[in-house]
């Protein structure tokens, strides 16, 4: 099962890396091979809160391309020496996070990373 999700996560790297090295009117959607006939890139609208500090999305199944993940948030803590952080989990891994920030009361925080998702 491993070496195909590798396989698969190989394949539609590839792809996009040629997509983006043509000119914008160049640029061809990136079809899946036959082997993965059946399987689409909708969007990903199950997310629930998971407690006031997360929300919790569901890929799914039959899922195949990259996607943008995003999240935003800012803090209102008044507490002294607050400090805030942001971070993006896919099933406990780390995607991306913020090292601890003093917090200003004044910004907040934005992250994202790119992920190629394959499920069945």
Known sequence: ??????????SLTLGAANAMAQTPQEQAA????????????????????????????????????RYLIEAAAAADSTGANATQTLAIRLSGAPCVATNPAAFTGKQGLHVGCVVTLLTD
């Open 30 to 65: 990136i079809v899946l091979p036959h082997a993965y006939s059946g399987y689409s890139q909708p969007e990903i609208t199950k997310c629930q809160g998971n407690g006031p500090l997360s929300r919790e999305c569901t890929v799914p199944a039959m899922t195949a391309g």
């Open 1 to 10: 099962m491993q070496t195909t999700v590798l396989m698969a996560a190989l």
